[in-house]
């Protein structure tokens, strides 16, 4: 277990180097001099000097590349012009948490409900309902997204009034209020990563029941645990509370418009990954066998489906970091997609080239995330690498 | 739009069934395009029918031939048919608006007539300057639709009509551009890499990870920060970052298939160079599978053009995004639908079509992967 | 094969179980969060202790009542730190909610742009003498004022201030308010600021330079400042002559012009220590830039309290503000009358006769500002509209879009105002046929701004034809010729084509076909011109126009259409090349090289506005020779190089008064009217949305009120 995960580790790690180099090699081939473009022309020669050596953007390519990455693996990530002397990671490090809440929260929302709704669309074929559902699930997957979440603002938040139409908390409430925005978001993170961890727990922990009934009380229990821990995390903080529902208030309308568009894709591949599996041998004998449908269904094709399960979610996160940039700024919610794009609009090189390798790194870290908890949770994995 | 040869993971090669027909060992080349030929036409009436059957993959046909023809009448509307006005009807130049009068009187008590008269404080906000007595005339648009402009104007006073249609050509131009270059780089890499296999292999695999992993609209947001990004720039760049991704691995997996193939021992000790192996043997019965994935790179590109024209970072003329755009910038998209010409059609073209596409990708899938198709 | 549930399902019973749990919560809420509402307010009143204490501790005086003033700003704010609100981080909202603070020696005045003494204690300002070298003010100033912590100003908070400015090479604004030729700034004694000049200083340099300079509280910033320096020291005792010279070979290297690359051994010491020295300030600067400064003592009407990143900020109402009760008065003569018990009764820049225009008091009668950060102009508006916020504060004002959708709106008022920038045409010319004069002249005949502003524009924009706003009529000139005129009325289509044609044929042009022009016709060119040679007998070549893209900018992406269309009527090969408005500056903007400056031809762009008290100042950095993209790094991009023009500009800015320099400022408008560098194209009025019980001092303000963000929020008021 620990040898897989850690050579998955190892894997990671090195894709994030080729995918720095990348980024590298991006900024290399764009005309004109990378200099140029990492120094704002208005800062002083002597300064822009100054940091050109900073960023080692000096010597051949080869140094350049070299130091790009080794300053970056020291946290230098250069400067901001749009926000001059501030460094960027520091620039960066203010939108993560909000970021992260925001991908969060749609992408479990998308998986659960994609997940559950494509297994039942790979069962249902032909009918009417499995059509309409295929073509609007396609129409969202496809839908123009920018389009689309100014639609649901419309709807939603100018018609029915139902949600703020734009920001991450009320300013008026937030006046003199005692924590910061980033402060309350490091406690809603921390609180759901509690969850999160006794839920993993619970899984693993289940599925090494071999008495099936045993597995189902310890879930049950892992759940109501997870539930109670949340719960109770939040009943504690009486005075920070408020703060935290203004935040989750402002976040629904945007977690939902992102879960809504990034769902129709999970569906659509669990969809086609149940039928690919649908046509194994072993569930055609089991059909014979005249075991129940929704057993067939539940316990032994989706079961196997879930390892293309994964991989589309791998594909998805890309999907959902991408529309997650599209979100924040057409909600102004003052994360790192909106940063990056504010950063490319006003030629802030350094930030914008920093976002985009922090949304790498994002990326790379929930695959990681998944590919561990699906070998946890994926008996067959578990015995191949051997504990 | 349809499938060209037979394929499928578990039917025969294209090679295999000419070395069927014609016999193994027969070896006269001469003859074996007709055999291609015939065998592709019977393939394709085959894959048609089990297309035919789809209904969505229908429904996707039949949008892309819907846009097909408006992309086809543009020109003819615009040379022979009602739009040939270049003042009014041209997509980026264009204008035409009717103008109302307004008499300006000194205050709201004195308006009598609210479609003829305005009052001064009121009408500063149009006429800067203007004074009682004078007249202020306020050119309408965007115009809702009428005769001259069936789908009204936009902020500039262009028909929306003729942009609408205008930016299908650009929209069916970007696709192709991607789908092929798309097409070129993964079919190239996926057969070299299961070609050569090794360490190069391993490194185009891996790269075709992380550009699997990588989400797009981050990367082009910021190349087009350094670059001066159009339509044919873009879909290059789709093109080749789609193509090094997951269908480069699918269609490695699909080349390696081939590789095994006995067929390909033959060609081997007949003397084929690995240029010749790959390309007149691996890359042929590749290439049907990544016909495929050009459609899904279709959808990907009409929208993520969409989706960067909307934000303002193409250099482009005209095209669906630029008029959500435009409307954006000039503070039209989030007065609710009350100039829905602006919202509506360009949204609505930019999903459907992206939507065709990917309804006729699918069902092409499930012509060609046999396990997905009804039972 | 193992009997278990799937994960997915479980998952999302358990997702689902929660999300019941956060609705319940937040359903709960509704009566809760009115409570809550209810309890927040009552941290917040509760809460006026708490932040009075800091202020007590701080140094703050008594709160002001009354309501908060919530106003949106459109883009987010960068920084809460003053000094780098004025330098690196110089956006128009940071300085909206940090520049409150402040006193300068004068100050002009909302409205009508009066120079006025702020902590002066004189009405005008003291004149330079001569000592000896040197030139010496010594300014009495006012000793009646203290910071919000109850320090008493001095003149001591200037020379502190000069000294910053200085030691740490601090840029922008900071070195607009002290140019090079300001030798020192010293507190004698309290209440005289003395100022050393190194020749007879201009109104630049002295009057609207220094004179504009704030006083910043040096007792609140002299320990960051002595943090800055420990910094800056540091670097200076670890840095070495190697490594300032291997950074200067580094950067020559760095720019792909291989003609700017340096060996070490090239490198002076002169050039080391000058580098070394740089490196140190930059050093500092960095140090005091990065200060974080809430509750930074005010002289001015606003403290700066509170700023939640990417939300919003806040700044409380000084109680103490000085100029609290002043009742100020604009007369339609342009003559400005301020009545206050500090400072009596005085009128300035005129008799206080005719009209009376504006009057109003200073306050400030809003408890506290609330500037919240929106991430794009319809976000803010829809906020107003909704009633969350009071006023938008959006430099360039309502869209078409918005204007249609609230104009209706009972809630809301407007003001519309004049803007004092411009958009134009640039040529290049350093290029032919753009440095001919001829050609620019034919150019600018063809080009029918009053059509595209008032027709094809709907009236969204004015035409323009100088580079001084008419509005300003102390600087405007209204003889300068128009291009495209004739008999004080513009031309039609035909005479312009006629005339054009005539220009270029008295000029030597000749074309293969020339365009043929039907007076009688709408669109008077029938047949386009082919084949136009230059008077020396090349081809004109192809011409490109770059212009911002329809999705940057319709308006500015609808003339270069038609200009492009009028120009190929005309027989030149124009056409209009829509480009990113980072590209256009990039391509034409400094840093230039000669190469890389023949690389364009024409291009549109605009100019914001300057100093609306000395608007010659922009015309000199536009176009003085020494301003060159290429030569002088400047911004005279176009490369134009007229001595008769330098001549005039140098004299600008020796002008001791305001009644030479504006005649001055008139004479180069018409030099510049003549010699065509830029065709001045059009300008654009702002419309502001606000709530209707807002009451802003002054409506009519040339840039509206997001232009002089200082001037309103000691004395706007919000009704109930």
């Known amino acids: 277990m620990l040898k897989f995960i850690g050579r998955r580790l190892v894997q990671m790690v090195l894709l994030f180097f080729l995918f720095l180099t990348l980024v590298f090699f991006l900024l290399q081939a764009q005309p004109g001099d990378i200099t140029a473009q990492f120094i704002d022309p208005t800062i002083p020669a002597e300064v822009r000097a100054q940091i050109v050596e900073r960023l080692g953007l000096e010597g051949n390519v080869f140094q350049q590349w070299w130091s790009y990455i080794t300053s970056f693996v020291q946290g230098d990530l250069g400067v901001s012009f749009q926000q001059y002397p501030r460094p960027v990671i520091e620039v960066i490090g203010e939108r993560i948490p909000r970021t992260l809440f925001l991908f969060t929260f749609a992408t479990l929302l998308a998986y659960v409900v994609g997940f559950s709704l494509g297994k039942r669309l790979a069962w249902k074929r032909g009918g009417f309902s499995e059509h309409s559902v295929t073509v609007s699930g396609v129409l969202l997957y496809t839908v123009f997204y920018p389009w689309f979440a100014i639609l649901m603002i419309l709807f939603f938040a100018s018609g029915l009034g139902w949600f703020p139409i734009n920001g991450f908390l009320t300013p008026g409430f937030w006046r003199n209020a005692p924590y910061t925005g980033n402060e309350v978001f490091a406690q809603m993170l921390l609180s759901l990563a509690i969850g999160a961890i006794i839920l993993v727990g619970t899984l693993v922990l289940a599925s090494r029941q071999d008495e099936r009934r045993t597995a189902r009380r310890v879930r049950g229990i892992g759940y109501t645990l997870a539930i109670a821990s949340i719960a109770g995390f939040w009943l504690l903080r009486t005075e920070m509370r408020p703060y935290a529902q203004d935040i989750v208030h402002h976040s629904i309308l945007p977690i939902v418009t992102l879960a809504l568009v990034a769902f129709a894709g999970v569906m659509l591949l669990t969809r086609s990954s149940m039928l690919e599996t649908l046509k194994e041998d072993y569930i055609l004998t089991a059909q014979a066998k005249g075991v129940p449908e929704k057993d067939i269904r539940d316990k032994h094709a989706a079961r196997n489906a879930l390892l293309p399960v994964v991989t589309s979610f791998v594909l998805g996160l890309a999907f959902i970091i991408g529309g997650g940039v599209v979100t924040e700024t057409v909600f102004s919610w003052p994360g790192m997609g909106s940063l990056l794009l504010t950063a490319t609009v006003a030629e802030d090189v350094p930030v914008a080239v920093g976002a985009l390798a922090f949304i790498g790194i994002l990326a790379l870290v929930a695959h990681l995330v998944v590919d561990i908890l699906y070998a946890v949770l994926d008996p067959r994995i578990r015995i191949h690498t051997g504990n | 739009m349809v499938i060209k040869e037979p394929e499928a993971s578990d039917a025969l090669t294209v090679e295999e069934e000419a070395h069927v027909a014609l016999g193994v060992g027969d070896e006269r080349p001469e003859r074996l395009w007709k055999v291609r030929l015939k065998l592709a036409w019977t393939g394709l009436k085959r894959n048609w029918k089990l297309f035919r059957e789809n209904k969505i993959g229908l429904l996707g046909l039949f949008i892309i031939v819907l846009f097909a023809v408006m992309a086809l009448a543009y020109p003819v509307l615009r040379s022979v048919g009602p739009w040939q006005d270049d003042g009014i009807y041209d997509p980026v130049t264009g204008y035409e608006a009717p103008v109302n009068e307004f008499e300006i009187v000194p205050t709201e008590a004195d308006v009598v007539d609210s479609a003829t008269q305005m009052d001064v404080a009121t009408a500063q906000l149009w006429c800067f300057g203007v004074l009682p007595g004078e007249t202020c005339s306020i050119p309408l648009q965007p115009a809702p639709p009428s005769e001259g402009h069936l789908l009204g104007t936009d902020p500039l006073g262009r028909d929306i009509a003729s942009q609408l249609f205008f930016s299908t050509r650009a929209a069916f131009l970007l696709g192709l551009i991607a789908a092929v270059v798309t097409v070129g780089v993964a079919t190239t890499v996926g057969s070299a890499a299961a070609f050569y296999g090794g360490w190069f292999d391993n490194f185009m695999m891996r790269l075709a990870d992380l550009v699997l992993l990588l989400p797009l609209i981050p990367i082009l947001i910021v190349m087009s920060g350094l670059w001066t990004i159009n339509l044919v720039l873009l879909g290059v760049l789709i093109g080749i970052l789609s193509g090094f991704g997951g269908t480069a691995i699918v269609l490695k997996s699909q080349a390696l298939s081939v590789k095994v193939k006995p067929f390909l021992d033959a060609a081997r000790v007949s003397g084929g160079s690995n240029g010749h192996l790959i390309f007149k043997h691996i890359i042929p019965n590749v290439l049907p599978l990544s016909f495929l994935f050009m459609m899904f790179t279709v959808t990907e590109a009409v929208s993520l053009e969409a989706t960067l024209s909307f934000f303002g970072l193409l250099n482009i003329d005209m095209s669906w995004g630029i008029m959500l755009n435009t409307a954006q910038s000039q503070g039209y998209l989030r007065t609710g639908l009350e100039y829905w010409w602006l919202l509506i059609p360009a949204g609505i073209a930019v999903t459907l079509l992206a939507a065709g596409f990917f309804f006729v990708g699918r069902a092409m899938d499930e012509v060609i992967n046999p396990r997905l198709r009804s039972r | ?720």
């Open chain 3, 1 to 720: 094969m193992k009997a278990t549930k799937p994960f997915g399902l479980r998952l999302f019973v358990f997702l689902a179980i929660f999300a019941l749990v956060v609705a319940a919560c937040t359903s709960g809420d509704t009566t809760d969060t009115t409570d809550e509402a209810g309890g927040g307010a009552d941290t917040t009143e509760g809460g006026d202790g708490s932040p009075d204490t800091t202020e007590g501790s701080d140094g703050g005086g008594p709160t002001v009542e009354g309501e908060s003033f919530n106003v949106g700003f459109i883009s987010n704010i960068t920084t809460d730190n003053w000094f780098a609100s004025l330098d690196t981080l110089s956006s128009t909202y940071n300085q909206a909610f940090l520049g409150n603070s402040k006193v300068a020696l004068f100050d002009l005045s909302n409205p009508g742009f009066v120079y006025v003494p702020d902590i002066a204690a004189t009405a005008e300002p003291v004149k330079a003498v001569q000592e000896g070298d040197i030139w010496v003010v010594e300014q009495p100033i006012r000793t009646d004022m203290s910071w919000s912590d109850g320090t008493p100003v001095t003149a001591n908070d200037l020379a502190f201030y000069f000294d910053v400015t200085r030691e740490f090479n601090l840029g922008s604004n900071h070195a607009a308010n002290f140019v090079p030729s300001v030798l020192s700034i010293t507190a004698p004694s309290d209440d005289v600021v003395r100022v050393e000049f190194d020749g007879e200083p201009g109104l630049a340099t002295w009057q609207n330079g220094v004179g504009f300079a704030d006083f910043v509280p040096s007792h609140f910033w002299a320990p960051h400042a002595e943090e800055a320096r420990a910094a800056a020291a540091e670097l200076a005792a670890n840095v070495t002559d190697e490594e300032a010279v291997t950074a200067l070979v580094d950067a020559s290297l760095a720019d792909e012009d291989p003609e700017n690359d340096l060996a070490a051994e090239d490198i002076t010491q002169e050039e080391i220590d000058a580098w070394i020295s740089d490196a140190v300030a930059n050093e500092g600067l960095t140090v005091l830039y990065a200060v974080a400064a809430p509750m930074e003592p005010s002289v001015g009407s606003q403290i700066f309290d509170q700023w939640e990143t990417g939300a919003f900020a806040a700044t409380v109402s000084n109680g103490t503000y000085f100029d609290a009760g002043t009742e100020n008065t604009y007369y339609s003569d342009g003559s400005f009358r301020i009545l206050s018990g500090a400072r009596g009764d005085a009128v300035y820049g005129g008799e206080g006769a005719g009209d009376t225009v504006v009057q109003y008091a200073e306050g400030p009668f809003v408890s506290e500002i609330l500037w919240v950060e929106h991430g794009t102009k319809d976000a803010a508006y829809e906020k107003l509209a909704a009633g969350e916020i009071d006023y938008v504060y959006d430099p360039t004002g309502l869209t078409s879009g918005l204007r249609n959708e609230l104009a209706t709106n009972p809630d809301l008022k407007f003001s519309v105002n004049q803007t004092e920038g411009f958009r134009y045409m640039a040529f290049n010319m350093r290029k032919a046929p753009m440095n001919d004069l001829a050609f620019r002249q034919a150019t600018a005949t063809v080009i029918n701004k009053e059509l595209l502003a008032d027709t094809v524009l709907a009236g969204a924009v004015f035409p323009g034809y100088t580079i001084i706003h008419p509005d300003l009529t102390t600087f405007y000139n209204t003889t300068v010729p128009r291009a495209g005129w004739a008999d004080g009325a513009p031309m039609s289509e035909a005479d312009r084509f006629v005339t054009a044609v005539q220009i270029l044929k008295d000029a030597g042009y000749t074309w293969t076909s020339e365009p043929v022009i039907d007076v009688e016709n709408a669109d008077p060119v029938t047949t386009s011109g082919e084949g136009l040679t230059m008077p020396n007998g090349t081809l004109v070549p192809e011409l490109s126009i770059m212009a911002p893209g329809p999705g940057y900018d319709p308006f500015r992406a609808t003339f270069s259409v038609w200009i492009a269309q009028w120009l190929k009527d005309l027989g030149v090969p124009a056409v209009a090349d829509p480009t990113d408005f980072n590209a256009i500056v990039a391509a034409t903007f400094p840093p230039q090289t000669e190469e890389s400056a023949q690389n364009w031809d024409m291009y549109m762009l605009g100019w914001g506005g300057g100093d609306v008290s000395l608007p010659g100042t922009s015309q000199v950095s536009f176009f003085h020779s020494r301003e060159d993209a290429v030569t002088g790094g400047g911004f005279n991009n176009p490369g134009y190089n007229s001595e008769r023009f330098d001549a005039v500009a140098d004299a600008f800015e020796a002008a001791t008064d305001i009644e030479s320099a504006a005649e001055l400022t008139m004479e180069m408008d018409l030099i510049l009217a003549e010699d065509l560098p830029y065709v001045v194209l059009f300008r654009t009025p702002i419309i502001e949305a606000y709530f209707a019980n807002v009451q802003f001092p002054a409506e009519v303000i040339m840039g509206g009120h997001s232009g002089f963000p200082n001037a309103w929020p000691s004395a706007v008021h919000v009704a109930e």
